[in-house]
């Protein structure tokens, strides 16, 4: 073993050839450190060895005994080989039977030892083991596949677990080349096991508890390693200047004071955190969170007319361009009065205040500081665009931009105040974790006057009747949003490869798909269900302005009804709408639905949710959605029932799955985070830390949080 190293290719192992080869670098296995941190699943308790004449049926046992006689036969069909074995201890005899392995009569031959390990079950000519693992017994050899707790690993085709197994079991003593990153104090005060025996108790634990423990160690490592990226990120931003903005009271009384409705408390308490952020010489790096509907428009147009008022500029980046123009028009509303210029720029609109203008007169006056507040998509972060005074950026939907995109806009000539929106509430590990670079602001209270919305289930047998209930909302005035299924990328769409064009494709493929769903569903109720209505649709191939003029007319209720895919999740804003009707609500998530079910219920009037389930069952989250209104709740639940990385589209961030799967543990983060602080606060360059610094520099350039 003394020529081989943590990294020596995996093609230098025994008897690994090509075809092998490109299976396991399948499964991301490149060199013996892949192999060894390429985890098991699951374990199978293989370690009760039992005489033969005590083996139960359907019970998993191991049985140790002679092979009296072994050999393969063909079935009737020449399509199947089935192995046959007699074994026999000083209890008694039984068949073991393997289908399609021949090679067996090679291995297993007759007078050997063995050890077999699964199920016994009772066929017409009596019991016998059915596809048991197996194993030859040798006096100075450990068991690996038989007679104890047996690790099953992530398979793919032609490489089994039993395979993998065999080549961890030859690697393992490499281990005591592994550095021990996490501090020997860390490991003290956490109970958790050093590197070596971690990585051994994790492939080949004597008891289940060992594999546990294991498991927390890498959990812990990998989430202190994320706690570190994040906290680190924080303290760079900490050590920019940016400009300061002094709060004007008298200023944002009269704002307060002109608005057409009273502001909420958790309104006022994020105003507030934002102010005493940006009266400071140190960028404010602040998430803004609040509910669908809960008003944070207002808070940002209150931060942008102060930062207006000491000349310093604002960009506010959406990430749709229906977004974008309704954030213009409502930013204006607010504004109307106190002399704020206002633009717009995306990439088929510009103007300013209600002016259309070219793109390149106004970049001009954008870098001439002659406008106040730009509003816009991804247009915001071209080259040409330059800030003469940028002061604050507002991003809404931040999860939908990229890191770099953030970034480019904070990089121009200054360093801005950065203010994230985001209506999708984040569960509190995910928060910590993640975002632990941002301060939170909540806003939980929804406006007064706002009723709740009725959620119903609702099973095929039952839609007519929804149909009818909608149709009466429709002539009674109000207006009704359909919302097309989801459609899943299939196992096939998703490229092995990281080759961008093929991902591209698949993106493609993806959205004619959703497009023809809507297509589809428009016209079976434009011409079945409901012919009397007039219906349009909306989806990702429209142009800009179609998709606009459809909105507009909508809002203007020259519509009865919109049917779209999930564009319509953030941020539309149309308070005579008061159906929401899901279509295969349950191939959605709950902060999804939840996300679409406030589109409604922003009038006076009474708003319902319909969920059509294409399977006619109620799941676990339809039922939540149903009973749940609180999205910070439902949020939580989603990350339980789904995994944060489905919950939050983080699941290609580059975060190891065991530290994804123990974010659903508060406590576990929570500990975790304060070991990171303390050795940040210590030792803020990891100068005592050599093998941590390492691992951290490492984990940075895999990671790409969204």
């Known amino acids: ?45 293989f370690s009760k060895i039992i005489p033969i004449k005590e083996l139960e049926k359907d019970k998993i046992a191991t049985i140790q005994g002679k092979i009296i006689s072994i050999k393969n036969t063909r079935t009737f069909k020449k399509r199947m080989v089935i192995t046959e074995a007699i074994i026999e201890d000083k209890s008694g005899t039984i068949k073991a039977v393997w289908f399609n392995q021949p090679f067996l009569t090679n291995n297993l031959r007759q007078g050997k030892i063995v050890s077999l390990s699964g199920k016994m079950a009772i066929g017409p000519k009596g019991p016998y083991l059915s596809s048991p693992s197996y194993e030859l017994i040798s006096t100075y050899k450990t068991p690996t596949h ?45 109970s958790l096991p050093s590197i070596q025996e971690a990585i051994k108790n994790i492939h080949f634990p004597q008891k289940i508890q060992d594999a546990e423990k294991a498991k927390k160690r890498f959990a812990f490592e990998e989430l202190l390693l994320l706690q570190l990226f994040v906290l680190k990120q924080k303290r760079k ?65 209150m931060a942008s007319l102060q930062t207006t008022k000491t000349k310093n500029q604002t960009a506010f980046m959406a990430p749709t361009e ?34 259309k203008t070219t793109k390149k007169e106004l970049i001009e006056k954008i870098k001439n500081n002659k406008i106040d507040i730009l509003i816009g998509t991804h247009a915001l972060i071209q080259k040409e665009v330059e800030f003469k005074n940028l002061g604050l950026a507002i991003i809404d939907e931040q999860h939908r931009f990229g890191v770099g995109q953030r ?31 941002l301060d939170i602001s909540f806003i939980k209270e929804m406006p007064k006057g706002r009723q709740k919305i009725k959620t119903r289930i ?43 064009k093929q991902l591209q494709i698949d993106t493609r493929k993806l959205l004619w798909q959703e497009v023809k769903a809507v297509e589809e569903e428009y016209e079976k109720l434009n011409n079945e269900i409901f012919p009397d209505l007039k219906i349009e649709m909306i989806h990702g191939k429209l142009k800009s302005k ?77 039922r939540a959605i149903q009973k749940c209104e609180d999205g910070f709740e439902l949020a939580e639940k989603d990350m339980q029932i789904r995994g944060p990385g489905q919950f939050y589209g983080i699941k290609q961030s580059g975060i190891p799955d065991l530290a994804m799967d123990s974010l659903k543990d508060l406590s576990f983060v929570k500990s975790v985070k304060k070991q990171a602080e303390s050795l940040l606060s210590k030792d803020a360059e990891l100068k005592t830390h050599k093998n941590l610094k390492e691992e951290l520099k490492k984990f940075k350039e895999k990671i790409h949080l969204e």
């Open 407 to 437: 970034a480019s806009l904070k990089n121009k000539n200054t360093t801005p105040h950065l203010l994230s929106m985001t209506a999708t509430p984040i569960p509190r590990t995910l928060a910590l974790t993640i975002y632990g670079d």
């Open 146 to 190: 038989t007679a104890r707790l047996v690790p099953i690993y992530p398979e793919t085709t032609g490489i089994s677990s039993r395979f993998i197994r065999y080549y961890v079991k030859l690697t393992l003593p490499i281990a005591k080349e592994l550095k021990e990153s996490i501090p020997q104090n860390i490991l003290k005060e956490e």
């Open 546 to 622: 179609e998709k606009e003029k459809i909105m507009k007319d909508f809002k203007n209720k020259k519509i009865n009804m919109l049917v779209s895919t999930s564009v319509i999740e953030v941020g539309i804003d149309i308070p005579n709408a008061t159906v929401m009707m899901i279509e295969g609500a349950d191939r959605f998530g709950l902060a999804q639905l939840h996300q679409f079910r406030g589109r409604v219920g922003r009038g006076e009037n009474q708003s319902y949710c319909f969920l059509f389930s294409t399977t006619g069952q109620t799941t676990t989250r339809l």
């Open 237 to 301: 931003i900490k050590n920019k200047k940016a400009t300061r903005i002094p709060f004007d009271k008298e200023l944002i009384k009269e704002f307060v004071e002109k608005l057409p409705f009273k502001l909420t408390n958790d309104q006022r308490k994020a105003a507030w955190e934002i102010f005493k952020d940006i009266d400071n010489n140190k960028p404010m790096n602040r998430l803004l969170q609040g509910d669908v509907g809960s008003g944070k428009t207002v808070v940002a147009a």
């Open 458 to 500: 609702v099973p095929p047998e039952q839609r007519s009747q929804a149909y009818k209930f909608i149709e009466q909302e429709i002539k009674k005035g109000r207006q009704a949003f359909v919302i097309c299924p989801r459609i899943e990328a299939s196992k096939k769409q998703e490229p092995i490869s990281k080759d961008k």
């Open 1 to 45: 073993m003394a020529k081989y190293t943590l990294n020596t290719s995996i093609g230098e192992l025994p008897r690994i050839n090509e075809k092998y080869l490109k299976k396991f670098h399948k499964l991301g296995i490149i060199n013996i450190r892949d192999l060894l941190y390429y985890f098991p699943h699951r374990y199978e308790d």
């Open 322 to 355: 229906i977004l974008a123009q309704q954030h213009f028009k409502e930013v204006k509303k607010l504004l109307k009065g106190f002399g704020v210029k206002i633009a717009l720029l995306t990439s088929d609109d510009s103007k300013i205040n209600n002016k």
